[in-house]
Structure formats: structure tokens, C-alpha cells
């Protein structure tokens, strides 16, 4: 067919494909329908008539937003609105409103510039946008092409539905025509899609592949016919007549363009469907797992990931604002410079996760320097550090002197001590002013008095313990005691008090009747003073040794009248 227009705004189609021209409507007045009409920019009709798009302006000169449709059969005017972004009624594809509603953010704001027909199917329709004013665009869209292009199928059952939309491609000029699977557009001069022969002719047009037929590009007319079918129906939401229209292919890269698809249709039922028929393992159990995520673009995001298309899956990230999902698919995808970009100004929950695993990756191809300096941001350069410079042990007592940290301080010590270069090891253990180790290392070099010292200056009570078991494996009860005794070991004390009153002939500890209580060894009497003030005085159960403790005057108060009973008790504590 073929339209004609006056400048008195009628439209009337012919149909050429016979010998003469023969009406297929009659004339429709435009200006009766369009409030405001200034002039016809542009009149397409589709590959059957049926159906006549229409760009016009404005009385006033302005180019109008919106693309309208004349339905030749029903005899009625309908229009798309670039600048809501929807069609009159409100109810675009009102069936998945998250869609919808993403949609007509991407479409919002626009003009029609250019508009065509598919060739041969007459529900294809496709135009080129513009952004009415830059400044007004929302910014998730300041980094896409001003140009876009849009493409829709129309019928008189379900009205305008969305089928893609994409920035125009780099290198070309305008969009020419449409023509199943392709999109030609004219080029730029002195470009081309590829680099031309010496002798050849300049190329002035370059065709794309629709998105519906990536990767089928040279498929037959029956496998065109049905992935065209399957995107109508999909688009519609009728997935019995989806699948009723490809139930027949089986090849393998037909299920992944359906794939593909349904990344920009946001359809994940019909993707679990693509992957299983793809042999889809890895694919269909991430997707599987997404399911947790509340938000569906993060759900899609994750089918894209496995289908290999990382800007898509970086834009849907973006649009639903799961920085943390992006901060994770930046590291698997090697983007580590944006991984902790994401990470500082969004992330920040995640920041020193993200230093670390990055630093494990600069660790791994060998930048020690770069991984020194993020290992130490994410707070574990304690224990990763010395790790990774373990073969170099020169780098690393450099590292650990310039840190000046205690806790490396006593790594390099153990470590020296590991070496049995104990004289560093002392060293760095006082610089860690790790005071058991100092004790310990000393009573192994046998420096017993030097470890008492510093058990005595310091009051460690680790360090005193070490020093008591080192001193009761010697037999010196009263160093022991008293070793035992600053380290609030008190039950072990009290038993090395027994212990020094000797056994009977028998193994049994001597038990007199009444001893009496000047006749305590002045040493084990005040080691038992403390022990039992610090029982009494901390709030502990009374013991049988409390009335002893009035009797020698260390509690305050009169002694009770049970001495005697408690003296025996005692008396095994004599000589």
C-alpha cells in the first residue's frame, strides 16, 4: 500500500499491488482528531494498510511528543505519549507494573523524530526519539545516547505494547528502514562496519541485529516466524502460546537468544524454561538462589550474569540501587577499581570486605606493595602481612619496626623465638611488652632472677604463675608461695602450704592434737593471712580457718569461742 497527505491534513491509503491504484479507505481528515494540528511531519503505513502512524506539529511550530496511530479496519485514532512515556489510557502492559513503570522512566521526556514500518510484518513498528531537553533527563539516563530507538507492536487486541528500546549505535547517522532481523541505518561519512577494500566503493548503509535475533541472524523463515511469534507473545504475557510457538526448535542457541530476551523483558519464568532446554546448570541454580532477593531488576541482573551481558546486569544493579550486588559482581567481573569506588560511596557496610579481597587479588599477581597498603585499610595486615612476606624475612622486620604494633611486635618475636634467635625474640617480646613471654623465655634460658624481676616490677599475673610452676618444679615452696600468691593463685598456695609440713612414715600429713599457734612458721603463717583475708574480705562462703584469723589479730573483731576445734583442724600446718 501507499499513503498520501494534503496540506488540509487528509490521509488516505492506496493499494499498489495490482495494475492500478485502488482506494483502501477513504480520506481521513486528521485535523478533526488532532486538537492543535499544525502540519504532517510524517505518514507510514504498515505492510498491510491496516494500520497508518502518523508525526505531526504543533499549530505553534513545536515538534509533538506523541506518535499517533489511525486503525483503517476500526476507523479510529490512537497515539503513544514520549513525554509521559505511556499510552493515553495508563495501562501500559499493565500486567508486571515494576516493568511498566521502568518502562516509562527509560521512555519519558522524549520526541519522535523518525519513524518506519517493518517490510513484511505489519505488527513492527519502530521510530527514533530524542530527549526534548537534556537537563530534564533522571540520572540513571545522563550516560545513554540522546538518541533512542524504540520499537513497539500494535494491534487492535492488546493496542501499543513496548517490544525494545536501545541507544541509536555509535558510527551510524539515522535509522533507514526495518526489515526482520535487521535494523539499517545510514552511516556517517567515513565510517563503516568494516574496513572497507582499497578499491571498493564508500559503504553508506550498516544494518544491526534486532535483539530478538542476536546470534540468529541467518536463521530460515519458519525459525523467524517463530521467535517473532514467541517475542509477541511474551510481550502480551500469554506463555502458553509462547511456548506453543518454539516447541519445535531445538537448537541451542535459539533457547539462549530467548535467553537473552528475557533479561530485557524481565521475565524469569520463561528464562528458567531457555535454561533448562540450554543445559543451563550454573544458570539456572544462581537463579534459583536470586529468588531471596526482593527486588526483580536484582533478580534479572543475576540472569544476565550468567548469560554473559555485564552492562545490562550493571545497569539493572544500578537501578534498583543493590550497590552491595554490584560491589560483588564488579570483583567476580575484575573490576576492582570500581569494586572500592562502589564500596566508598555506596557500600560502605562492605568497604573493608572489599579491601581485603582486593588485596588477596593484588597478592595473587604478585603487587605486594599496592596489596601491603590495602591490606593494612581493611585491619588485617596483623596476620596477613607477616603471611605474605614470610619468604623475605628482611622486608619484614622492616615492615614490622616501621608499623611499631604491638601485636606484630609479638609475632616477629614468636617467630625469632621459633628461629632460636632468643635474644630477638626478647627483644621484640619487651617492645610487645608481652611480660609472660619475657618470664617464660628467661626461665627456659635458666634466668630465673631476671624472670623474677620482671615479675615482681611488673605484677603480671600470668607472668607470676609461670614463675610460681617454674619455682615449684625447683622446690622452692617459699619463692613458689609467694609467686603463687601475686598471681591470685591461692588455691595452689594453700596447697603447697600442706605439702611443706611433710608426710608421716605412712604418706598421711602429721595431724597433732592441739598445736599451738605461735608455733607456725612466721612464712607460711602470713602466706595464709593473705590467702584467707582475700577469701573473707571478697564476699566468699566463712571457712574453718576464719576463727584463726581473729585469733591472730589479721580480722578485726573479738575471737569467736570456737579456737580450739579449728586449732586442730590447723594443726597439720605446724613445724
Known amino acids: 500500500g501507499k499513503q498520501s497527505r494534503t496540506d488540509t491534513m ?89 516493568r511498566a513503570h521502568s518502562d516509562s522512566s527509560e521512555l519519558c521526556g522524549r520526541c519522535p523524530v523518525t519513524q518506519f514500518w517493518d517490510e513484511s510484518e505489519p505488527r513492527l513498528f519502530v521510530c527514533e526519539t530524542e530527549a526534548m531537553d537534556p537537563a530534564m533527563l533522571s540520572p540513571a539516563r545522563v550516560e545513554q545516547d540522546e538518541v533512542l530507538v524504540v520499537s513497539f507492536f500494535t494491534t487492535q487486541e492488546h493496542g501499543l505494547l513496548l517490544q525494545d528500546s536501545y541507544p541509536r549505535p555509535a558510527g551510524v547517522q ?84 530467548m535467553a537473552r530476551m528475557c533479561v530485557k523483558t524481565r521475565r524469569l519464568d520463561v528464562a528458567r524454561v531457555c535454561l533448562g532446554n540450554m543445559g543451563h546448570a550454573r544458570g539456572a541454580r544462581a537463579l534459583r538462589e536470586a529468588e531471596a532477593e526482593p527486588e526483580l531488576d536484582a533478580r534479572v541482573a543475576v540472569l544476565a550474569t550468567q548469560l554473559g551481558m555485564l552492562e545490562d546486569a550493571e545497569r539493572l544493579y544500578r537501578s534498583c540501587r543493590r550497590f552491595d550486588l554490584l560491589n560483588k559482581f564488579y570483583q567476580a567481573s575484575g573490576q576492582w577499581q570500581h569494586a572500592v569506588e562502589t564500596a566508598e560511596t555506596h557500600d560502605r557496610v562492605h568497604l573493608r570486605a572489599t579491601y581485603y579481597s582486593y588485596a588477596k587479588h593484588l597478592e595473587a599477581i604478585r603487587e605486594h606493595g599496592l596489596a601491603l597498603e590495602h591490606y593494612e585499610k581493611s585491619d588485617t595486615y596483623r596476620f596477613e602481612v607477616p603471611r605474605m612476606l614470610l619468604e623475605d624475612p628482611r622486608a619484614l622486620e622492616d615492615y614490622v619496626k616501621k608499623m611499631n604494633d604491638k601485636s606484630l611486635y609479638k609475632w616477629w618475636a614468636q617467630y625469632m623465638e621459633s628461629q632460636s634467635d632468643m635474644a630477638t625474640a626478647l627483644q621484640y617480646y619487651g617492645y610487645a611488652q608481652d611480660y609472660l613471654s619475657l618470664v617464660r623465655v628467661h626461665c627456659y634460658l635458666g634466668n630465673v632472677q631476671k624472670a623474677a624481676e620482671i615479675a615482681n616490677e611488673t605484677g603480671n599475673r600470668a607472668a607470676s604463675y609461670h614463675l610460681a610452676r617454674q619455682y615449684e618444679s625447683q622446690e622452692e615452696i617459699k619463692q613458689s608461695v609467694h609467686f603463687y600468691t601475686r598471681a591470685q593463685a591461692y588455691n595452689n598456695a594453700i596447697r603447697l602450704c600442706k605439702v611443706r609440713t611433710g608426710p608421716r612414715g605412712d604418706g598421711k600429713h602429721r595431724r597433732p592434737r592441739r598445736p599451738p599457734l605461735d608455733g607456725f612458721p612466721s612464712s607460711l603463717c602470713c602466706c595464709v593471712d593473705s590467702v584467707l583475708v582475700h577469701s573473707v574480705k571478697s564476699g566468699g562462703r566463712p571457712t574453718v580457718y576464719q576463727p584463726w584469723l581473729y585469733q591472730r589479730g589479721t580480722l578485726a573483731g573479738s575471737r569467736p569461742p570456737c579456737v580450739a576445734p579449728v586449732q586442730c583442724r590447723l594443726g597439720h600446718l605446724s613445724q
Open 174 to 257: 539515522g535509522l533507514l528502514a526495518l526489515d526482520v532481523p535487521f535494523y539499517y541505518f545510514t552511516c556517517k561519512p567515513g565510517e563503516s562496519e568494516g574496513a572497507p577494500a582499497p578499491s571498493s566503493a564508500p559503504q553508506m548503509v550498516s544494518r544491526r541485529a534486532m535483539r530478538d535475533f542476536v546470534g540468529l541472524e541467518d536463521c530460515d523463515k519458519p525459525t523467524r516466524d517463530a521467535m517473532l511469534n514467541f517475542s509477541f507473545y511474551l510481550t502480551i504475557g500469554d506463555m502458553d502460546e509462547a511456548f506453543k510457538s518454539i516447541k519445535l526448535i531445538k537448537s541451542e542457541a535459539v533457547w539462549e537468544n
Open 10 to 98: 487528509h490521509v488516505k491509503v492506496f493499494d499498489l499491488s495490482r495494475r492500478e491504484a485502488k482506494p483502501h479507505c477513504t480520506a481521513k481528515n486528521l485535523a478533526e482528531l488532532i486538537p492543535g494540528l499544525g502540519a504532517l511531519s510524517s505518514v507510514k503505513c504498515n505492510a498491510n494498510g491496516s494500520q497508518v502512524s502518523v508525526l505531526v506539529t504543533r499549530a505553534d511550530g513545536s515538534p509533538d511528543c506523541r506518535v499517533y496511530f489511525y486503525d483503517v479496519e476500526m476507523d479510529i485514532l490512537t497515539y503513544f505519549d514520549f513525554s509521559t512515556g505511556r499510552p493515553p489510557t495508563g495501562s501500559f502492559q499493565a500486567e508486571e507494573p515494576e
